[in-house]
């Protein structure tokens, strides 16, 4: 094997802060507490997503989680995941009905929104906040995609989400979080205010794009449903004590730091399955009613911290 | 490439002499936070993709950063609530990247070892001449930032060359992390001078639980305690060594620290327990145990001589 050459071991970006010119290096606890209304501690944001596996996705350049597996028609996985925009996400909205959740942001592909409007009715009658979450799951976007594909893809959901929700569409959340170099600029040029890809940090941080400053929200990905389960294959259980735990740690640490964000991202096609629902209750149940909670949608609880900035 | 490279002879678990800890504690018990520097467009090694996705692969860079910016302070407050100093495993740029956490470790007297200069710079392939720089470059910015000289390394990564261990002797550093092999410290073969493993565990690693076994956190839990038994146990005959690698990327979530915090109370809440560092465990087996082990082995290797 050949001999590494001597650039391999220089570090250009050996220096104070990041690697990179896209945000500042900075510790969650020295930055100025935050205040949420009425004192709450916690701003707990539910984020349903609603997506849409395309039976011929391209999965390029990689499968996003949840994508089809099996050769051409895989039934069997398009299917699965279509249950949660058939079945899954009616029982969701009666476990949120039944907690009182009632501001909540919807993560949605533009091709959900084209396929079902009768979930966009029940969207808007809900008066759910509506987050770009691509086109749909197949068409990620990556390093590597040339920028006028990336763009084309931005603009069809942006803009595709604004027309049916008549809604502005604040927030963005690239399909499976993979983003390209130019993904942060692209959606800043299309007018987004937020994303949700970035799990660097448990509150927002202002990113630069060549299109302005946008803010990186705070969106859990180790612990959602899909992730313990799907992905990690742990018990209902599993899934219930780690929801606790996770809001006892924040609720602690908001007492002595200000303001923490609980992030709950929920996928109906794994959720509501009748067999699972259940422990989605049962994890919701056991913090939406903790005192010192303030429920919000995404753009709501942006609006609140950015006021402090 | 060959079939095994000779690090250490072959000592079996009921043929050695016997350990005894300082005030008879039964397991020497360390935890070594990783505290990394992780690059998002470092080169490319011919040996090994970084990234499972194409760059910027903005989850796996995150997922890291949020050690950096969250993670570490929540793990020092677990940390200090049982008295627990840790041995960093330290990504030797991030003394540069990040001061503001090297001042919060000298500040509770952590030890500082070496973990190569960043995460995403792998040693296949380098030639002796790199490989030894990285270890000085370790030993020179260690000094200069916090004033401590290095005793060990954990390669970065876990990549390794043929020439690691008799490197790290040669540069004069007293153990490695690298060799998951054992439940007690004992001697590396190396070139010249003297160099000792301390079993840094992998099983216990927050990382390999979490990613590679998937393994919920009240379960991981139960299984630091098990383990932990069980040393303590075996620690009445000779006394055993646990170790914690840790990242506070994987074990500071919410969601996570708690389990976290529950194992390490149960752990410190024993008497019999010697709360240390890797460099005071290295520096009492050399000084108590070193020489005794090098006569076990030449006596075992006499009575059992390896045919092969």
């Not at chain 2, 956490?101 to 030639?127: D, M, P, V």
């Not at chain 2, 927050?206 to 009240?218: G, M």
């Amino acid at each position: 094997m050949a001999e590494l050459p001597e650039s391999y071991f220089k570090y250009p970006l050996r220096r104070y802060g990041m690697d990179h010119d896209r945000y500042d290096w900075s510790l969650l606890v020295r930055r100025k507490p935050v205040s949420w209304p009425n004192n709450a501690r916690i701003a707990l944001w539910i984020v349903p997503a609603l997506e849409f596996f395309p039976l011929d996705m391209p999965a390029k350049p990689f499968r996003a989680p949840g994508g089809m597996q099996l050769p051409y028609p895989d039934l069997r996985h398009f299917t699965l995941r279509e249950y949660g925009n058939r079945v899954g996400v009616f029982r969701v909205m009666d476990v949120f009905d039944r907690h009182g959740i009632q501001r909540v942001s919807v993560a949605m592909n533009s091709k959900v929104a084209e396929r079902t409007p009768y979930l966009v009715e029940q969207i808007k009658r809900r008066n759910w906040e509506v987050i770009a979450h691509g086109v749909d799951m197949g068409r990620l976007h990556y390093g590597g995609q040339a920028e006028a594909e990336e763009k084309a893809l931005v603009t069809e959901s942006i803009t595709t989400l604004r027309n049916l929700t008549d809604q502005k569409v604040r927030g963005w959340f690239s399909p499976a979080r993979s983003e390209s170099a130019n993904t942060p600029d692209l959606i800043a040029g299309a007018g987004i205010e937020y994303f949700c890809d970035w799990v660097n940090d448990d509150m927002p941080y202002a990113f630069r794009t060549k299109n302005g400053v946008i803010t990186a929200m705070p969106h859990q990905h180790w612990l959602s449903d899909a992730t313990i389960w799907f992905g990690y294959k742990q018990s209902g259980e599993d899934f219930i004590d780690q929801v606790q735990d996770h809001f006892d740690v924040l609720y602690d640490e908001a007492g002595k730091q200000g303001g923490r964000i609980f992030a709950l991202t929920i996928h109906p096609w794994m959720s509501g399955q009748p067999h699972r629902i259940e422990f989605l209750e049962r994890a919701l149940a056991k913090i939406a009613h903790r005192k010192g909670i303030w429920q919000a949608t995404g753009a709501e609880i942006f609006d609140c911290w950015k006021a402090q900035q | 490439m060959k079939p095994d490279l000779g690090l250490y002879d072959y000592l079996p678990w009921t043929e050695r002499p016997a350990i005894r800890w300082p005030n008879n504690a039964k397991v020497a018990f360390w935890v070594a936070p990783n505290i990394e520097f992780y690059e998002l467009d470092p080169p490319h090694n011919p040996s090994r993709t970084l990234w499972a996705r194409p760059v910027p692969d903005v989850l796996a860079y995150s997922e890291r950063d949020h050690g950096n910016r969250v993670g570490h302070w929540r793990l020092m407050e677990v940390m200090d609530k049982y008295g627990v100093r840790g041995s960093i495993s330290l990504s030797v740029a991030l003394l540069d990247h990040h001061p503001e956490i090297i001042e919060a470790c000298k500040q509770r007297n952590w030890e500082f070892y070496s973990h190569g200069i960043y995460n995403t710079r792998f040693l296949y392939n380098a030639s002796e001449a790199q490989e030894r720089s990285i270890l000085e470059d370790s030993i020179a910015s260690v000094k200069k930032h916090t004033g401590q000289q290095i005793a060990g390394y954990l390669a970065p990564a876990l990549t390794h060359t043929e020439r690691t261990m008799d490197i790290m002797a040669e540069l004069g550093l007293l153990y490695t992390c690298d060799l998951f092999i054992d439940d007690q410290p004992f001697p590396v073969n190396v070139k010249k001078g003297r160099l000792i493993s301390i079993p840094y565990s992998l099983e216990m690693n927050d990382i390999i639980v979490y990613n590679t076994h998937n393994v919920a956190p009240r379960r991981y839990a139960d299984m630091l305690k098990a383990n932990f038994d069980r040393l303590r146990e075996e620690g009445k005959r000779t006394g055993t060594v646990m170790c914690i690698p840790l990242h506070a990327y994987a074990v500071s979530q919410g969601h996570r620290l708690k389990a976290f915090d529950e194992a390490l109370a149960y752990i410190t809440g024993h008497d019999d327990v010697w709360v240390t560092t890797g460099r005071e465990i290295a520096q009492y087996y050399y000084a108590n145990y070193y020489d005794e082990f090098v006569e076990a082995i030449k006596r075992f290797k006499t009575k059992y001589p390896p045919r092969a």
